[in-house]
């Protein structure tokens, strides 16, 4: 009767998302090196195809969505991203950048615009993996407690 | 770091192989479900190719992907370690008690008309982690040394319950979540109406969600242990409450599990479904006396928490749910067996209350009569 069931549904779920998002920032990371000659001649086997472009961003979107509404204390943020058990801690994670917001918002705007993602945009989509990152391993470590 | 991380990746693809080696190995015991070690073996390849991946595509070659490659690194570790912990280990352990408890599942779920494949049982847990059940790999684990107890076993039906869910859990629960979220739209309708505090609204969408994220789940579970083992399992759950109560935890709820008071009105909602009238009086009896020593406090607004009313709601449902896959209820049993294995937990109970001095001889003998079943 541990929690590990459900602990368990919960961790499965942050893993999906969280690969997801790292998936997709590591597609906009090389689609940026592949902007650069210097780059792109010293990582001549760097590809990155339009199909994995399209699907990074609108990953991306999809959950930055999520993320301005979890900040703003909407209640429709989405839990098909993560469990609710996780977002309040996320949310008060995110919070402590306090620029965040802001860089977010152009993050979208270059997203949907479908223009070249800048370094600080990249800065700020690694600030809401590693974030994630961190809440994942918690959750695992939680569920390997769980186990004893 | 470019180093460091290719470094680190390499040995992660060795741990996987140093396991796989042991598990392709000639001390694997012959008695292990060979699909679970395959599907652990065939985990752990994909794993490996998974890491190799990486590897060889020449991303750890870039510096500006460092970021993103710790936090794939710390996912594969991860994965590694659920395969270690719950698989892996499941294995390597396997010995005479899981041999013992693979005959036993196999006779309960003969018992209760149980159609899924026989859950893997290990006893890697411990007393203070107790029963768990991971559904998505086909466990059950107990505390070592649990072949010899039989006043804990009402709780691998509860176990089962989770490996249940898993499959249908549409028919247990799908009648009642819109029941669920009328009840709370309507409280927080009534703090608009009645101008009552604000603040009550995040405490109901807290209550909402919990019942959606685990507690759902664990009535279900509760109902469905109460629906093939009866009594038994009421029993059970009260001894389990008396460690809780140490705690002030009685009437507390906790984001994955109801409160042990709400589980017990869920348990005697079954109990009357399935006619066992008398039996819970006795029982009730007991549980007032015990609510009523060990004191524990009551939350504010405990009883918007768990209302009678949605308990009830889930248990029909649940019910409705059992009825459907077709298994077979305790008083089922009964009439189609002579020896259940719920009847000899049932009398277990009967006995360690009416002859506790005797109790040890008793269910040394009723441990015996399970062998002799199995």
């Known amino acids: ?148 | 770091m470019t180093q460091f991380l290719k470094g680190i990746f390499a040995d992660q693809a060795n741990a996987a192989l140093k396991m796989l080696a042991r598990l392709k190995g000639n001390d694997i015991n012959a008695d292990m479900d060979k699909t679970f070690l395959a599907n652990t073996i065939h985990l752990l390849e994909s794993l490996y190719t998974d890491v190799m991946k990486i590897i060889q595509s020449g991303d750890l070659d870039i510096p500006t992907l460092a970021s993103s490659n710790i936090v794939r690194y710390n996912t594969f570790t991860e994965r590694l370690q659920t395969i270690e912990l719950f698989r892996y280990l499941v294995i390597i352990n396997y010995g005479e008690p899981e041999k013992y408890f693979k005959k036993k599942i196999a006779r309960i779920y003969k018992e209760i008309n149980c159609l899924q494949s026989e859950p893997i049982i290990t006893t890697i847990s411990n007393s203070e982690n107790y029963y768990w059940a991971l559904p998505s790999y086909n466990i059950i684990a107990v505390p070592t040394g649990e072949e010899k107890n039989l006043l804990n076993l009402p709780d691998m039906y509860h176990e089962i319950g989770h490996l249940l869910d898993k499959q249908h859990r549409a028919y247990f629960r799908d009648d009642f979540i819109p029941k669920l979220s009328r009840f709370y739209k309507d409280e927080e309708q009534r703090v608009v109406d009645e101008q009552r505090d604000p603040k009550l609204i995040s405490f109901y969408r807290d209550k909402h969600a919990s019942w959606l994220n685990g507690w759902i789940m664990e009535f279900t579970c509760d109902f469905i242990a109460t629906y093939l083992v009866g009594p038994a399992y009421a029993y059970t759950n009260l001894k389990i409450s008396t460690l809780s109560s140490g705690k002030d935890r009685i009437y507390a709820d906790f984001p994955s599990h109801p409160s042990d008071e709400a589980r017990m009105r869920a348990i005697f909602f079954m109990l009357h479904q399935l006619g066992f009238g008398t039996e819970v009086n006795d029982i009730n009896k007991l549980w007032q006396e015990f609510l009523k020593n060990t004191k524990n406090p009551v939350p504010h607004n405990y009883t918007f928490i768990f209302p009678q009313a949605l308990i009830e709601a889930l248990g029909q449902s649940v019910l409705q749910g059992c009825q459907k896959i077709d298994l077979f209820s305790y008083p089922d049993q009964l009439k189609k067996f002579e020896l259940p294995i719920s009847k000899i937990l049932n009398e277990a109970w009967i006995e360690v209350l009416r002859n506790s001095p005797n109790y040890k001889v008793s269910e040394e003998q009723k441990i015996l009569a399970i062998s002799k079943l199995i």
């Not at chain 1, 000659?37 to 994995?52: D, H």
């Open chain 1, 1 to 148: 009767m541990s929690d590990i069931s459900a602990l368990s549904n919960q961790y499965d779920q942050l893993v999906d998302t969280s690969e997801k998002i790292n998936n997709s920032v590591i597609t906009f990371k090389k689609q940026n090196l592949l902007q650069d000659a210097v780059s792109k001649k010293k990582y001549p086997n760097l590809k990155v195809s339009p199909e994995e472009i399209a699907q990074a961003s609108s990953f991306l979107l999809l959950f930055l969505v999520n993320v301005f509404d979890l900040l703003r204390d909407e209640p429709n943020a989405e839990e098909k991203f993560m469990p609710l058990t996780v977002m309040d801690d996320y949310k008060t994670r995110l919070r402590k950048n306090v620029y965040l917001d802001e860089d977010l918002k152009r993050l979208q705007k270059n997203i949907q615009e479908k223009q070249q993602v800048t370094d600080d945009d990249l800065n700020a989509m690694d600030f809401l993996v590693t974030t994630l990152d961190t809440e994942r391993n918690n959750l695992f470590r939680k569920l390997k407690t769980a186990r004893g």
